[in-house]
């Protein structure tokens, strides 16, 4: 192993430039080439790549975004396009490359793994909704940015007793959804993993009302139900005035949280170790505090689980 | 005058709060005793007076919202309920009123004191959108917080080369889009004040993206046109990749800036003493730097005027 | 068990307010009365137990510091002040006791125990430095807090080609320093678990501005050695320009980040479980993302241990 | 006038970013080429010049320091190095020379034009220590860094019930002191401006104390007196615990905020058009909210003066 290159894939996370930073310099550490790859799998299908050295990652570890630029490629779902990337890397003769990216972005690197080519997979997105890792990178940045949002909304949800709704980021995986709900005291948290309950939302409002509470916040998944149906449904039902926020792509950048931060640069110098030791087609995960691996193919069975418990504990909370 | 009382109308803004604790502390100062109304006009009308110590304004100056809260009063606009607050406020033997708000509740306390009621206003809204100030109590934390948001949403526009509305708050001023939309280096601001050309729009994006600008963003102020109508308007036209966030009730929210809470503590302070020297039906305002004050009647005659050769600026500095 | 109290001891820390608010809550919801102490074990030792509702808690899981205020009590270190406190509890008829605070706090929730009354530690410090959990409350925030601090300082640094010495909270443990240190990408950290070699600091140094590095960040943790006296050893031996921030006791203040306001509420509710399940002398920890709870004496025994793979991380990723 | 050049000069200041963007953008806008010089008057001596493009200042309006980096020059002080400087201008054709900085910049910038070479200044530097312009580039985001950090350590004096002194940058002006003071309710504030006067601070210290204040703040500019001096005075008269902290060079970092932007971007092209008009040996300055400019010699001539009536409306608000 001389030469190796990295990627970002996927929606972009928060974290990603550290991650990048760690794979760069531990691999120049270890005695490899670095490249980087820009707009991920179709910039790879083009052979792009850029010699990385040790400055070129400098003065990045707390920029949001990704200096590789990302891109969703369909052309890399295709046989045709996966033969021509692992031609460019062979042309390159670079030995391994790291994905940084999510689900989908593992299920390509697991195709150039198929045939052959060593991979390697670093966990990168807001939603938290990969296996065989505890944290994604960018989650505790997003859920970060989410409560700082909230807590602004609440200045004017308490001047005006107003209930909210807040529409946020996880269309699959109520994570984002689940933390910030529990970490704002939210009302009520509507995620995908749990029926919604309008007869219990409401019952909720008007308990805490009856007990005084001067505003309420609920916390809704996007794509669950809209939040300006929700909020509707609420002024019908209860008559408290109630406004809609939905919070967008602001969730998706900033600079990344300290937790993120170093989540990014264990998970990026393991992933160059990894692939020293001669691992191919694993992601590095964090399970209990421990760094760790595992195939992809193990990692795409199981489905990701929300932590119910949290959904619980936020309900006792909020009462 | 022995007795005064203070209460904040209409949407909340950051900065309500170091103004309610300016207007109670320099009143206590100036030997008087404060009363503070709770939820506007509609607590006034039902005579909700609370005396105000020194210590009820501690631990707030750093606090978004209104500790005071808000509310907007159908009932105060008859003659009949602005009545019934004269008779409550005569009741509790009060000298005079500040009134922390925007327009309409200034049109309010006027006609208190057209009755005879001596009442000044402060200028409170984040919208900036009163004659008689350049600064309105809200306007810099509102632009900050919607650059801040903006400077995020940057990251994921920078890493995915795409174009960003962005839909603020500004009904009838385009003050948080104009100040926003320069402060982040916008490819264009669509403002009430201006016709919105989309030709002008689409040949910006165009002229920048032929110059290699990776990503661009277009600030829109609410009501003007819809950013969701923007984007696809964008989309077909120019082909590139555009996505929407309407920035919502977060602009609202959050600690006040250093200049909002400077500015509050003058013109609160500035309240209680043009009370004390007979004044009433004025506002206070801030021009060019100075404190100065102006009859209700005057500032609404008058229509608020977004200083253009901002606009013109911006657009020679995001070519 | 009905009536149960909880107070904060020793050194303030951002979540405390969460900590408090899901004890109070998750009290109620299990049908408990609960109390609160003020001013810690010396506001115990006076029997000064105000009641909580699930009002008194609310609108606080976003500030920092503690609503019960903290204190250090040297009194309550005797016999004599224990004693004192525990007819003040029984007199108050209260059945169990939460202490949220550090090692010392623990040691006094400890001898409450060995009198027989049942308490319940809960992790609260921003030091990080207590065995049988692997995040303290607190921590979190303050290393965001140091992160965010050197972000800025790193601007005029790289404006002006300089290098900053950093110190940063942690007497005896390095966690602060380690973790802020790698998270800016420090190019050394000083830590009181490693023996300070100026030649490896100096030599680090010289080879970063070799390739072109145009600033250099040191971060030290106080107590191990003055951050004035390292910066003068670096300009006599490289003529690099140095300056010294220490950033002192803003690293104890803040809004809780997310993280903090999640454990501190699973950690809470989880210390209310734990007595009416009629565990005693026990504090809550969270170790490999798994609520614990274990003996204070056993936690005493046990040396707190900075992952030291993450040191050696740091020094690989900022050569 | 065909081609101009721009450099910072002296302390770095958040907001310099913006203004270089400004007069490059502008300058091109105008029909200019426009160059940037590194390192300040140092770089001028060497004649650095880079050829400054549109997209050179792009992605820069949001980030604290200086890409054009900055220094402080001795040999630029000479009549030889001036010589030397305007050789390289003269070899470079260049035809004016814009210089963002403070007083001592201005100086330099002087000595240029009195040679015959036309120069504009723009000020930029955190102190505000300038005469002919009401706010310099920087102060905005000096006072919010400075407000958001006591806003941090407020959280921690009133969970302790400490007094605390907070040591801000102002070495000849107490700009940051008295704004930032007034921004956080401090009890007091010491100024260069004003004999600092141990009896009152102590006298206003027990007066809130005895009215029930859990904490107190003294501001305190550098250069005045040391902040562990004032509070070692305080602890052993009022026997209140008391702490301190320097804040440092944080004070000159971070993303400029939303005013300092907005001034930047209207003085840095203002610069340009000045130059454009012929006018030379001006610095650019905003009084009453007016674009305006003034010769070097006449701003060198008057003392910057602080505004006094903010320091005794701080003491009326602070009882």
């Not at 995986?173 to 009302?187: M, N, Q, R, T």
């Not at 969730?251 to 990894?274: E, Y």
Request: aromatic residues 4%; negative net charge; glycine residues 14%.
């Amino acid at each position: 192993m001389k030469k190796v290159a990295v990627l970002t894939s996927g929606g972009d996370a928060p974290g990603m430039n550290p991650a990048i930073r760690a794979v760069v310099r531990r691999g120049i550490f270890q005695g490899l080439d670095v490249f980087g790859v820009q707009h991920g799998f179709e910039g790879l299908m083009k052979g792009n790549f850029i010699s990385m050295d040790l400055g070129s990652v400098g003065d990045i570890i707390h920029r949001g975004g990704t200096i590789l630029r990302s891109a969703r490629s369909e052309r890399f779902r295709t046989e045709e396009g996966q033969i021509e990337a692992l031609q460019k890397l062979n042309e390159a003769e670079i030995d391994g490359l790291i994905v940084i990216g999510g689900d989908g972005s593992f299920r390509g690197a697991e195709k150039l793994t198929e045939k052959g080519f060593p991979t390697i997979g670093i966990p990168g997105t807001i939603d938290n909704d990969i296996c065989g890792t505890d944290y994604t990178i960018g989650f505790d940045t997003a859920v970060n940015t989410v409560v700082e949002a909230i807590d602004k909304i609440r200045d004017t949800a308490s001047s005006h007793e107003r209930t909210y709704v807040i529409e946020v980021m996880g269309r699959d995986a109520g994570d984002i959804a689940l933390w910030s709900g529990l970490c704002v005291g939210a009302e009520s948290i509507i995620i995908p993993e749990e029926v919604c309950d309008m007869d219990d939302i409401v019952a909720r409002l008007e308990q805490g009302n009856k007990r005084g509470k001067k505003h309420s916040i609920i916390v809704v998944a996007e794509g669950v139900c809209r939040g300006d149906e929700i909020a509707k449904a609420i002024e019908q039902t209860t008559g408290l005035e109630t406004r809609v926020t939905v919070l967008g792509h602001l969730q998706r950048g900033g600079s990344p949280s300290a937790f993120d931060r170093m989540i990014a640069s264990q998970m990026g110098a393991k992933a160059i170790d990894l692939l020293l030791d001669g691992h191919k087609g694993v992601m590095v995960g964090l399970k209990g505090g421990n760094l760790i691996h595992s195939p992809f193919a193990e990692a795409a069975k199981v489905q990701h689980k929300l932590d119910m418990s949290l959904y619980h504990l936020a309900r006792s909370l909020s009462i």
